[in-house]
């Protein structure tokens, strides 16, 4: 049984996962496992799409990859996918959300390819994220967060924190 636990971090690329792990692992103490640069770092990949301009993920590699880390606890598992996660790891998935004016720049600063740009603010609008995560776990462990601004971010912050909190007083 985990002391501390494990939470998904999703939404569509530009939502604000990584700039939300580092702050929840500077302040809780959690890992942040950027699932981007474990699929860089160990290979966990069948190949770079030049198109998209993004990696082709080994899933099976990907889960033998993070599988001993996760099943210690006390895990930020950063990505813009959610389904291939098992249930039995998971305590709570946060959906990052926003708007499209505010991804569409955010993704534009970034030098998105154009079909990589639209299809990431079609999967936005559509909420392909969100139905994801609720088809994928309970309910009661999803969690919407609207990520448009840095209020909005450090509000998002504080609520995980309680979370974190009242999970670790209720199951240690
Ligand atoms: P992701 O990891 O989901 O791709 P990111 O954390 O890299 O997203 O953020 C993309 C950009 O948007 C980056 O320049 C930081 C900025 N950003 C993210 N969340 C934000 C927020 N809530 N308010 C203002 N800017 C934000």
Not at 68 to 75: A, E, L, N, R, T
Not at 130 to 140: F, I, P
């Amino acid at each position: 049984m985990r002391q501390s636990p494990n939470i998904i971090i999703t939404g569509t690329p530009g939502v604000g996962k990584t700039t939300h792990c580092e702050s929840l692992a500077e302040r809780l103490g959690l890992r942040h496992i950027s699932v981007n640069q474990v699929v860089k770092d160990k290979d966990c990949h069948e190949g770079f799409d030049e198109e998209y301009q993004s990696w082709i993920v080994d899933e099976d590699k990907l889960l033998d990859a993070i599988e001993d880390d996760v099943k210690q606890g006390g895990c930020l598992i950063d990505w813009h996918a959610c389904d291939l996660f098992p249930k039995s790891w998971v305590d709570l998935v946060v959906v990052l959300r926003v708007d499209s004016t505010t991804l569409y720049d955010r993704l534009k600063a970034r030098n998105y390819p154009e079909i990589k740009l639209q299809e990431n603010l079609d999967s936005e609008i559509m909420e392909v994220l969100l139905q994801e995560a609720r088809d994928s776990y309970d309910a009661e462990i999803v969690i919407e967060l609207t990520s448009n601004t840095s209020d909005e971010m450090e509000t998002n912050v504080d609520r995980v924190e309680a979370w974190v909190k009242q999970w670790k007083a209720d199951n240690n």
